[in-house]
């Protein structure tokens, strides 16, 4: 199942741009432009799925072709 997570853009004192996610703590995506944070944003949240699945005992676990648990 994906899950929808929140998340706080900020800017950071260099210029750059610093997502921070208040349910998933201390994850945090950086990056220099927002298009660049988006695309680590995304990685941060396909992280969290998959340490979702590593808590599944692996007989529980079924992933469809496209990724989704089932």
Request: hydrophobic share 40%; proline share 6%; charged share 20%.
């Given at each position: 199942m994906?899950?929808?997570?929140?998340?706080?853009i900020e800017r950071d004192?260099?210029?750059?741009?610093?997502a921070t996610f208040p349910g998933l703590m201390g994850?945090?995506?950086?990056?220099r432009s927002?298009?660049?944070l988006m695309e680590r944003i995304r990685e941060?949240?396909?992280l969290d799925q998959v340490d979702e699945l590593a808590a599944?005992?692996?007989?529980m676990a079924r992933v469809?072709?496209?990724?989704?648990?089932g």
């Open positions: 994906i899950q929808a997570h929140k998340f706080v004192t260099q210029g750059g741009y610093v994850r945090q995506a950086q990056a927002l298009k660049a941060v949240m396909a599944v005992p692996r007989e469809s072709p496209d990724g989704r648990v």
